[in-house]
């Protein structure tokens, strides 16, 4: 087990888009091949469709706001400014289009810039201490308090689920087993056609679209890869910058559904 694993869950390896001089090729139909080759790697992801809400005490899934709280300190708080974290996203495991469950998930994140939590506590790393993310029972009606936060952001109620179409980053094709030479206008055609690539965007399920290099976490007991159960982009539905305009991932352990972890990489 490597070190940054053994520390932070998580394996780092930087690959590029495999790209190559070639004889002259007829693009359009290398560029049919590859998305036929990707096509069996294709994900259903959903994107959120959000309406603004007054901030409620409630179970309902949304983005920002305030969470439901089962007692007046379920509120989490965190340890280097012993301020209440924000709450980024709460999902009611019963309204999801699929997978549905019982009981409520939450991710709450440290946003204090005084002192900056963020770096204090490595928030860009899985299972850093400015983050929690966990899964609750809903038990009755919700508590309310007062927190103690510098700002909360405005709560957007996720409405509905938009599908969508989702295919594995370049960086995964090594992994995967995914051959494919990305000829000279054939990446650059995929992007221009926004097929065959993740979707960068909030988006639930899917495949992870990675900043850098490949960084699932890993879940802590098992050592089992997670998988992806939503990705925040930068300033898209939750009014936070993750970096240089990062990317971040909430992950579930596939064994252990308690096992939860976010992490995020900016350029």
Not at 234 to 256: A, C, I, K, R, W
Request: net charge negative.
């Amino acid at each position: 087990m490597s070190f940054l694993k053994k520390l932070f869950g998580i394996k780092t390896e930087k690959l590029e888009p495999v790209t190559k001089k070639s004889d002259p090729i007829n693009i359009e139909e290398e560029f049919i091949k590859t998305i036929d080759i990707l096509s069996k790697f294709k994900r259903k992801a959903y994107l959120p469709r959000v309406n603004e809400n007054p901030n409620s005490f409630s179970t309902q899934s949304k983005i920002g706001g305030f969470p439901y709280l089962r007692n007046e300190n379920d509120w989490p708080i965190c340890p280097n400014c012993q301020k209440n974290m924000q709450l980024f996203l709460q999902l009611n495991l019963n309204d999801l289009p699929e997978r549905k469950d019982e009981g409520l998930i939450q991710l709450f994140y440290c946003t204090t810039s005084d002192p900056v939590c963020e770096f204090d506590l490595d928030a860009f790393f899985p299972f850093s201490k400015a983050v929690n993310c966990r899964k609750i029972d809903i038990l009755g009606e919700s508590h309310k308090i007062e927190p103690v936060i510098d700002e909360v952001f405005n709560e957007k109620i996720i409405v509905d689920w938009i599908p969508v179409d989702d295919h594995p980053h370049f960086e995964e094709y090594q992994q995967l087993g995914i051959e494919l030479d990305l000829q000279d206008g054939i990446y650059e055609l995929m992007e221009e056609r926004k097929i065959g690539l993740p979707i960068s965007k909030d988006k639930l399920f899917g495949w992870p679209y990675w900043v850098k290099s490949v960084e699932y976490p890993y879940d802590r007991k098992t050592e089992t890869q997670m998988e992806l159960l939503f990705q925040f982009d930068s300033e898209d539905n939750l009014p936070y910058m993750f970096g240089d305009v990062g990317v971040g991932h909430l992950t579930q352990s596939p064994d252990n559904k308690g096992e939860l972890g976010f992490g995020w990489a900016c350029h």
